[in-house]
């Protein structure tokens, strides 16, 4: 994750520096993605936690 997230900025600031637009989704379309991680997550946790009682 630290990797990726290190690349991002260097990518970042690349395409500042280039003043090339920045091809990322909107804000409202991260949110989503991290929905989507934060979904991925929870099933496994749910199913633990049901297990156990």
Avoid: E, H, N
Wanted: hydrophobic share 60%; proline share 9%; glycine share 12%.
């Amino acid at each position: 994750m630290l990797l990726a997230l290190a690349t991002g900025i260097v990518i970042g600031v690349v395409f500042q520096s280039l003043k090339i637009p920045s091809p990322a989704p909107p804000f409202l379309g991260l949110l989503g993605l991290l929905g989507m991680f934060l979904g991925q997550r929870l099933i496994p946790w749910i199913q633990l936690w049901l297990s156990r009682k």
